[in-house]
């Protein structure tokens, strides 16, 4: 790792005026650092923000919940209210790398955290993320690479398996900067490789994120996620889903897969197809089909849609029964 | 098998004892063989206080509190610190070097390649297999002019810090002209292929055949000749420990002594000598603790022939280099790497009358220490526990752009295993046999045992493990319930593996390096023991084992004894630590030292007492004292006495320690029976363990709870290769699986709950009677595991799935069969 200057920012004021795109946000670390130890980024500067006021509390908030960025992944995953009320995110958040991980890495850290696409992080290859001309991705080894919207400039898959959950729950993300606060909707917040490929977020580099803002869930929710358990564990494909339920009957779905684009990917189309059905395996099955269409596999990935329809399917019936298929 | 201690054992206290006066040796012989006779520990031990129970590790404390120093704890003053540029490429030519930026850069203190080395550090060494025209290619310690793998070593910069090291490597300019690249080591051997050498012939390093039995016979009288082509994966041995080395070399002393994490420090001390062209005698190499070896350091590493020469060009200050994890996959021996054709002749009621294999080993780029002998251990343990008559291997050792293969847990036994264990599955399906019965219908039942490999089987009761196995298991019950869960529609199946393996490395006379062990006893004035063993644990407990093994013979506590590892500055001589050799081989070497001492501390307790003949030949020792008749001394008074020099026995000499080297007279064949039941999610692929359950026999227990550790942890590295692990490289030879998120070592939470028992059959190969256990877990789950995923699959008629069984790779195989007429 190249040498830098670490500076601690006591505030969210402090933090973004030292911030620009040689001096990074230091959450957790546990993306970060290693990003830096691979040689892929050589910040300058790295500004530590867990010090700021007010960044690692978990407040009520119009009836959901306010999360700081700080807030750790095992603290989310403790909290009894994620726990009882937003099970589609205590789901997701589960499984993600290992307890001493979790202890580390932060909730903004998690939406903002980099891809591991290992074309990515390692020098040796082209990377158009990483300012090279080419995508080793496309040609090579992509059986972990994104099944939708793959005609971009790069075929990463966003690494945030928070993100799909906060997608079905309607959040928001709260943005500070030089100008002052703003909120995003959580699906504005992500972007696409072909809108700017160096990022994966709106933000500028002296923007900052503060909070996360769950508005009050209504209806049932679930993730499920196939993880093939090796290494240290990504999913390979993940899907949560939030219903309205009337009875047996989904008055509204929200469906949204994780692991398969460069962003968490909303299923729209899945989502008008259960919508007003009774849940059951057919039901749950059919939409799972619709989940699946318009996937656009690479060379090695087309595994990945079968993830998709069998994912989408386990959680639509885990949310509608409340129990893990 | 009891005239191991034959011509090429030395012993001090031995030779002195030759010298005494008849009648001494006479009544000495009566209260106790002369020790250059066998005797068993347990003889000598009725009633052992440490040995086979379940004492916790000594050096956990260390361990696991942080406090053990490896070889990145240690700071030495005014020390330099290395790093390495190594290949990008598979395959290049190196056109310039352009190094002048780097020299310039701000602390640095040079930049090396190889012409500034060669002179001082010869090529990279192996250890002779005794194969005839063995291929042996160039080998420096820094590119000569080509690359030949991704990662190889092609300069140095040694600076004031790491960091200005490693940002002065990113400023030397290397010009490559790419060559083709051979990764595929079946395409490596067309005649077109492009060579990883230029100048060898081809990319063939060494053909090798063992075979023994009437193939031709065993092949006219089969009901059915099965065809059926295996492969074991390459495999990267992930020590969490990665390599690292300090090197400093005193000028007016003449001394290079080279700090490095290895399992084989004396080895490595000769060969270092040979490559420096320093005598041994300057030359000390120390293993601080190591933290986990399994084999990939079990070898003579270019960086630490590397930093010993950068030590000498910058001396006296110190040179350091510690491996990423990310050198560690793409630079640190891989293993396996072997394909099989196998022809199996078989009868219907299951008899296996003979199997022919024809394997070819992918070797990578270079030969490494033992990467030639490895893939001969598949053919040699082809047999497995098993008696058909004929076999034969004939074996390819191939050259590829890739990182050279070499030891890796289990060392071409996992690789025979997986071979034979699957073979009688395959049979089992073929005659749709109980692959149990078929097992039984072929075991081997007489030892020692003869293969028709050439080996002599010390001991076994394959039948009893497995029957104890099926037991703990509950297999009936679990074939019935099998049974319905198919009917539901469930992939659920269940494995078994009844392996054999070859340990405690062995008879010199089979090794490719002396085979032997030493141990020396040394009792200080005051009664503090050191214990100076030639092995070389990284992670086994044999600091434990063996103070359990001297605090039994000596009758004092364990606290009292300190064992000493890893100096050759310390250690007389040693040979190291793999191959499940360092109980059975060094663990005897410390045996037979420690039982010299103490009949020398018996003569000097009974001098000082004053003993009459016969009461001198009945000292015992009570309560941690020696008795002679009514009178006492303590431990620590017999030691002082020995010191102290006025009460020495006729024909002794002063002083109290005892060397021992121990030549055993045959390997070892430790067994077991492993079965594993699994599940397949039909949508997905995913294979879950339901159930694990071993009984594994490494011959009399010396000490459960590592045994345990030992097999557990063997389990887990079993596990990953049957479903995770694979050392991905892409067509150019690029490593793909270069990183611990890549490349999928098994975690905790993907362990199922291990069900462990043993059964003990005793080897007479050594005075312990024990075995062996390093690497059975490795060696029994493989086949147990995937046995048991095809097991599930076989409903779909599917017969065979190349490792890691990954779940896509098992979804295709249900979604071709579902799709088959
Ligand atoms: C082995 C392993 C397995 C993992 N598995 C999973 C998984 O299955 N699913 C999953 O979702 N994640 C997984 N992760 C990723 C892990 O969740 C992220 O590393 C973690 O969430 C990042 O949080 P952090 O606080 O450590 O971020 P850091 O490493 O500190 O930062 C990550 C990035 O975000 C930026 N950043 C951090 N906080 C902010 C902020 N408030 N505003 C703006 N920018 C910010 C940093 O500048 C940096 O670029 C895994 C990680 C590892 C190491």
Redesign the interface.
């Given at each position: 790792?190249?040498?830098f200057a670490y500076i601690n920012a006591a505030s969210e004021k402090a933090a973004i005026e030292s911030m620009s795109d040689k001096a990074l946000a230091l959450a957790g670390g546990t993306n970060l650092l290693?990003l830096l130890?691979?040689y892929v980024l050589a910040p300058e500067a790295l500004v530590n923000i867990k010090g700021i006021a007010g960044l690692n509390a978990i407040e009520s908030f119009e009836g959901g919940l306010k999360i700081g960025a700080n807030v750790t992944l095992s603290e989310l995953l403790d909290h009894a209210e994620v726990r009882g009320r937003y099970p589609a995110l205590h789901q997701a958040l589960y499984d993600i790398g290992?307890p001493q991980i979790r202890n580390m890495s932060t909730l903004g850290g998690n939406l903002c955290a980099r891809p591991?696409c290992?074309y990515y992080?390692?020098e040796?290859?082209d990377c158009k993320k990483r300012g090279g001309q080419g995508c080793a991705a496309i040609a090579?080894?992509n059986?972990f690479h994104a099944i939708f919207a793959t005609d971009g400039p790069c075929v990463m898959i966003h690494p945030s398996s928070a993100g799909p959950a906060l997608v079905v729950y309607g959040a928001k993300v709260k943005i500070a900067g030089p100008g002052g606060s703003r909120d995003a909707g959580i699906e504005e917040f992500f972007t696409l490789p072909a809108a700017a490929v160096a990022r994966e977020n709106v933000l500028k580099p002296n923007e900052l994120v503060t909070h996360v803002l769950l508005p009050p869930p209504n209806g049932k929710s679930a993730t499920y996620e196939?993880r093939?358990?090796?290494?240290?564990?990504?999913p390979l494909a993940m899907a949560s889903v939030a219903l309205t339920m009337a009875g047996e009957t989904a008055q509204e779905a929200r469906i949204c897969l994780g692991a398969v684009a460069p962003v968490p990917w909303r299923a729209a189309a899945a989502e008008a197809a259960l919508k007003g059905k009774v849940v059951n395996e057919t039901t749950a099955g059919e939409a799972a089909q619709k989940a699946a269409e318009g996937a656009k596999p690479l060379s090695g990935n087309k595994?990945k849609v079968?993830?998709v329809?069998?994912a989408v399917k386990r959680a639509i019936l885990a949310a509608a029964t409340g129990r893990r298929v | 098998m009891a005239k191991t201690a034959g011509k090429k054992s030395v012993t001090r206290t031995g030779k002195a004892s030759a010298k005494a006066p008849r009648r001494a040796r006479q009544s000495a012989a009566k209260a106790a063989p002369p020790a250059s006779q066998r005797v068993d520990f347990f003889k000598l031990v009725p009633k052992p206080r440490f040995v086979g129970k379940p004492v916790k590790r000594k050096e956990d404390v260390r361990l696991i509190t942080g406090a053990g120093h490896y070889v990145d704890d240690l700071r030495l003053a005014d020390m330099l610190h290395v790093e390495i540029l190594r290949s990008p490429h598979a395959h290049a030519r190196i056109v310039s070097m352009e190094v002048e930026e780097a020299r310039k850069a701000s602390g640095v203190v040079g930049v090396f390649a190889y012409k500034e080395i060669s002179s001082l550090c010869g090529d990279v060494p192996l250890a002779h297999p005794g194969i005839p025209d063995l291929k042996v290619p160039h080998h420096p310690v820094l590119a000569d002019g080509e690359v030949n793998f991704v990662g190889e070593p092609a300069a140095a910069v040694v600076a004031e810090s790491r960091y200005a090291a490693r940002d002065a490597v990113d400023l030397i300019r290397v010009e490559y002209e790419p060559l083709p690249a051979v990764v595929d080591p079946e395409k490596a051997l067309a005649p077109d292929a492009p060579k990883v050498h230029k100048e060898l012939a081809d990319n063939l390093s060494f053909s090798w055949e063992v075979k023994g039995g009437d193939l031709d016979e065993a092949f006219k009288k089969a009901d059915r000749i099965i065809q059926q082509r295996v492969r074991s994966q390459r495999l990267i041995p992930c020590a969490l420990e990665t390599r690292g080395v300090i090197a400093q070399y005193l000028t007016g002393e003449e001394q290079l002594t080279v700090w490095t994490s290895t399992q084989i420090p004396h080895i490595l001390r000769t060969q270092l000598s040979g490559m420096l062209k320093l005598p041994e005698s300057k030359v000390r190499v120390v293993a601080p603790e190591v933290g986990g070896g399994f084999g990939s350091k079990l070898n003579v590493y270019a960086e630490e022939g590397l930093l010993s020469a950068l030590a000498r060009l910058v001396a006296p200050r110190p040179v350091k280099w510690i491996e990423t994890r990310r050198e560690n996959m793409a630079a640190t021996t891989h293993g396996r790497d072997q394909i099989g054709e196998l022809s199996i002749a078989a009868c219907a009621d299951g008899t296996v009358l003979g199997v022919k294999h024809d394997c070819i080993a992918d070797i990578g780029a270079y030969h490494q220490l033992f990467t030639a002998i490895i893939p001969t251990l598949t053919g040699l343990m082809l047999a497995g526990s098993y008696r058909f008559p004929a076999a034969r291997t004939t074996l390819k050792g191939v050259f590829t752009n890739k990182m050279p293969t070499d030891a890796y847990r289990g060392a071409g036994r996992p690789e025979a295993t997986f071979i034979i264990e699957r073979i009688m599955d395959l049979v089992a399906a073929e005659f749709n046999l109980d692959p149990v019965e078929v097992r039984r219908k072929n075991f081997a039942r007489k030892f020692p045992f003869s293969t028709p490999t050439g080996l002599a089987y010390d001991t076994g009761d394959y039948e009893k493990a497995l029957n104890q196995a099926l037991k703990l298991a509950d297999y009936q019950g679990r074939r019935a319930r099998q049974a319905k869960a198919r009917d539901e529609g469930r992939l659920v199946g269940i494995g078994l593996s009844t392996y054999v393996e070859i340990c405690s490395m062995g008879p010199s006379k089979g090794m490719a390096a002396g085979g032997w062990e030493s141990a020396t006893v040394r009792v200080s004035p005051t009664g503090s023991v050191e214990v100076l063993t030639g092995t070389c644990a990284h992670g086994q407990g044999q600091e434990t084992v063996f103070a359990q093994i001297t605090a039994d013979v000596l009758g004092i506590e364990m606290d009292q004894v300190k064992v000493q590892r890893g100096d050759t500055g310390n250690v007389p001589w040693g040979v190291g630590t793999f191959g499940s050799r360092a109980t059975a081989v060094g663990g005897t070497a410390v045996f037979e030292a420690a039982r010299r001492v103490l009949e020398k501390m018996k003569k000097v307790a009974a001098a000082a007492l004053g003993a009459s003949a016969a009461q001198a030949a009945r000292v015992q020792i009570k309560n941690g004292k020696f008795w002679a008749g009514k009178k006492s001394l303590s431990f620590a008074e017999v030691a002082f006495q020995a010191h102290r020099g006025l009460v020495i026995p006729e024909g002794e000499t002063p002083g109290l320690e005892a060397t021992y080297f121990f030549e055993p007279g045959n390997f070892t064949f430790p067994f077991g029976a492993h079965i594993c039941q699994v599940e397949v999610d039909r949508d997905t692929g995913e294979v879950s363990i339901q159930g694990y359950w071993a009984v594994d026999d490494c011959g009399k227990p010396m000490n459960p709870l590592l045994i345990d550790g030992q097999v557990h942890g063997g389990i887990a590295q079993g596990l990953g290769q049957a479903l995770y692990e694979e050392a991905v490289y892409d067509e150019s030879g690029q490593l793909l699986t270069g990183t611990l998120m890549d490349y999928a070592v098994p975690k905790a939470t993907h362990m199922p709950w291990l069900h462990c028992e043993r059964t003990e059959t005793p080897t007479d190969v050594n005075p312990l009677g024990v075995k062996g256990v390093g690497e059975a877990g490795t060696i029994g789950s493989t086949p147990a595991i995937v046995n048991a995923v095809i097991d599930a699959l076989r409903p779909l008629g599917i017969k065979h799935l190349d490792m890691p069984l990954r779940p896509e790779k098992v979804w295709r195989a249900i979604k071709k069969a579902a799709a088959a007429p």
């Open positions: 790792m190249k040498n290693n130890k691979e290992t591991h290992w992080r390692y040796y290859f090579g080894d059986e196939v093939h358990k090796e290494s240290h564990d990504w595994y079968q993830l329809r069998t | -």
